[in-house]
């Protein structure tokens, strides 16, 4: 009996759900990506499927033209998230909703306008002429997303990830599945641009019910005001920054590395970091949902669960790291082997080994990053994330020439004092905070003044 109380326990832990659906959503998508590229390379040919890899990325890259928007929303509205009655919520979303619209239209024109100039640096004109006539569709797929990412910011501020890895694991299997129908029955790269767009519009779509259906206060519809688009912009900015310091860190390396010791080198360097990076994404992943908690928590200054909620996650991310670490050090010869061969393994481990390391060290960031950006210290954050990649990078540039590969381990050892010093800053500022300090938030007056006016 205790038992069955236990698992129905389990069942309806909302933190749980999100951990879980996370993950799912994250392996999701390599599995999908493991089975349709080798018929999509075999049915499009190597050089539409080159275009149709780029495509995809441009669109990831372009993505970062949402300014925080997305990551704001969901740091605000998880203020006000836990009282259905508060109309500050709606307000809050509408206003964010516009300005999200506002950005789409502007990517729409922006590729409208430069289809013929900024594409061809990406695509080159040779390859621009297969798909011009649908190339255009980007901008548009980037602006829908961009509005997206406030229509699902609006149940994430709930703390329902879950739902948003839900929609993202039958979204990714359905197009996937749809993606590689298409190329096989038509083989024409502009059917699977059009397919994208439209499927972009349907997920629009669905996700604004599911939305609606969350949270019945809000409403789609145009609405500003100054006061709190400067306070959305005054945390967005910041995520956005953020955003652009990912980027940057998931290539500068590759580029470095490309530059000083040729394209041989940077081949297995990226077979090596693609898995070595698993120890940072999967925890990254599965804790994301603790953004909006730790929002939600510092607004009322409840520090106990603050303190509970953030100790607990540290301490299951921190076993993670070690076990899986541990595991790929003591066997990167054989996980090598089997994923790649034994001659690459041989050749290798040792990179692998280093590259382990220094990612494990890196990754116990993650839980005092969602912290620190949750209660109020992302200027903090920002500054420690870029000068953090400031250092790791010029290290990785003045050292290559002389360690070669085993410069990117040794370089991102130098993030362990700033590493440090977020993990000692959350426990020293945050987790000893008072509580309800009157001042420290400004929202409730500004959106006061907006329903007044």
């Known amino acids: ?104 239209v502007v990517m729409n024109v922006l590729a409208l306008a430069l289809d013929t100039t900024l594409f061809p640096l990406f695509f080159g004109h040779s390859s621009l002429d297969s798909i011009l006539p649908v190339i255009h569709l980007v901008g548009g797929v980037v602006g829908l997303r961009i509005i997206n990412s406030v229509i699902s910011g609006s149940y994430m501020a709930k703390q329902r990830y879950d739902i948003n890895s839900k929609v993202n694991i039958a979204y990714n299997l359905i197009t996937s599945i749809l993606f590689t129908i298409l190329a096989v029955l038509y083989k024409d790269i502009k059917m699977l641009v059009v397919f994208l767009f439209i499927s972009s519009i349907l997920l629009l779509i669905i996700n604004a019910f599911i939305a609606k259906k969350v949270n019945s206060n809000i409403q789609y519809r145009i609405r500003f005001s100054k006061s709190v688009f400067v306070r959305i912009f005054k945390y967005g900015v910041f995520s956005w920054f ?14 470095i590395i490309g530059a000083l010791l040729g394209s041989h080198v ?9 898995l070595a990076m698993k120890i940072h994404e999967i925890p990254a992943a599965a804790s994301a949902f603790l953004f909006a908690k730790f929002s939600a928590l510092y607004e009322g200054k409840k520090v ?54 220094s990612v494990a060290i890196g990754a116990f960031n993650v839980i005092p990053n969602y912290c620190l950006n949750g209660t109020n210290y992302i200027k903090l954050n920002t500054v420690l994330s870029m000068s953090t990649s400031i250092a790791i990078f010029s290290s990785i540039f003045v050292l290559t020439p002389y360690f070669g590969d085993l410069s990117t381990g040794i370089s991102r050892l130098i993030g362990i004092p700033l590493v440090i010093f977020s993990i000692v800053y959350v426990h020293k500022r945050i987790l000893t905070i008072k509580p309800n300090k009157q001042g420290e938030n400004k929202i409730h007056d500004i959106l006061t003044e907006t329903t007044h006016a």
Request: net charge positive.
């Open 1 to 104: 009996m205790k038992l069955l109380n236990k698992l129905q326990s389990l069942k309806k832990n909302g933190d749980l759900k999100n951990v879980l659906y996370s993950l799912s959503s994250y392996f999701v998508s390599p599995i999908v990506i493991i089975v349709t590229t080798p018929i999509l390379l075999k049915t499009l040919g190597s050089s539409d499927y080159g275009i149709w890899v780029l495509i995809n990325s441009l669109i990831n890259v372009l993505g970062i033209s949402n300014f925080g928007l997305g990551n704001a929303f969901i740091k605000l509205g998880s203020e006000y998230a836990s009282d259905e009655d508060d109309p500050r919520f709606g307000q809050m979303f509408s206003v964010s909703f516009t300005l999200s619209v506002i950005l789409a």
């Open 242 to 255: 953020q955003m652009i310091i990912s980027a940057l860190n998931n290539q500068a390396d590759k580029i």
């Open 266 to 274: 940077l081949g297995y360097y990226s077979v090596c970091m693609q």
């Open 304 to 357: 106990k669960e603050i303190r509970k909620i953030y100790f607990r996650a540290f301490l299951f991310k921190s076993i993670f790291i070690i076990i899986s670490s541990s595991i790929a050090v003591v066997f990167a010869y054989p996980i090598l082997s089997v994923w790649i061969d034994p001659g690459f393994a041989s050749e290798h481990a040792f990179l692998f080994r280093v590259l382990i390391i």
